[in-house]
T-cell receptor, first 115, second 112 residues
Framework: DAGITQSPRHKVTETGTPVTLRCHQT?????MYWYRQDPGHGLRLIHY???????DKGEVSDGYSVSRSKTEDFLLTLESATSSQTSVYFC??????????????FGEGSRLTVL | DAKTTQPNSMESNEEEPVHLPCNHS???????IHWYRQLPSQGPEYVIH???SNVNNRMASLAIAEDRKSSTLILHRATLRDAAVYYC?????????????FGTGTLLAVQP
């Protein structure tokens, strides 16, 4: 257990509303990631962070923004949610097991439904 | 990022060995081979990784071809709890990103 908590775990919202998902870690790991998972697509990287205020885009970043103002929290924001953003969102952290290990620990996921 | 190719699904019987193949013909010399699995309704979990030599840990073994263009994850005795989607992923060494790009994986069904 790498001490990752995602919130909310489930959310239903309407098209056009803003949504923020929170990923919280308790162990001060540097690298944090947001993935989304959809049937037929596996996991796709949205954004990632390599330190406080250091973030970069992944494969499917359009429509998403992130912020990391402190080490323990990585926020994913949908400024104006669309139905295509209905998905399960996973946060992950990379433990300091060495540059070659790259072992990720994942949270339990946040299921978002946009109506 | 170099891509991997895995079968969409496989079946196994409980207590028998399982060999999950992965092709990665465009692998570069510094790419590590990682395997993760995802149990139903859970986030993915790390299984094993390697570079050139075969690797063993408590969960599985990883056999890497001599030319590194393919690898095989070996579960020595499948249990019902091993039913999951298994992902084979390549990751470059170092760099500022350290990101993992997942494919669609192999869905392993284990029959009692």
């Amino acid at each position: 257990d790498a001490g990752i908590t995602q919130s909310p775990r489930h959310k239903v919202t309407e098209t056009g509303t803003p949504v923020t998902l929170r990923c919280h870690q308790t162990e001060n790991h540097r690298y944090m990631y947001w993935y989304r998972q959809d049937p037929g697509h596996g996991l796709r990287l949205i954004h990632y962070s390599y330190g406080v205020k250091d973030t970069d885009k992944g494969e499917v970043s359009d429509g998403y923004s992130v912020s990391r103002s402190k080490t323990e929290d990585f926020l994913l924001t949908l400024e104006s949610a669309t139905s295509s953003q209905t998905s399960v969102y996973f946060c992950a952290i990379r433990t300091a097991g060495g540059a070659d290990t790259g072992e990720l620990f994942f949270g339990e996921g946040s299921r978002l439904t946009v109506l | 990022d170099a891509k991997t190719t895995q079968p969409n699904s496989m079946e196994s019987n409980e207590e028998e060995p399982v060999h999950l193949p992965c092709n990665h013909s465009t692998i570069s010399g510094t790419d590590y081979i990682h395997w993760y699995r995802q149990l139903p309704s859970q986030g993915p979990e790390y299984v094993i990784h390697g570079l050139t030599s075969n690797v063993n840990n408590r969960m599985a073994s990883l056999a890497i071809a001599e030319d590194r263009k393919s690898s095989t994850l070996i579960l020595h005795r499948a249990t019902l709890r091993d039913a999951a989607v298994y992902y084979c992923i390549l990751r470059g060494y170092g760099g500022a990103t350290n990101k993992l790009i997942f494919g669609t994986g192999t869905l392993l069904a284990v029959q009692p």
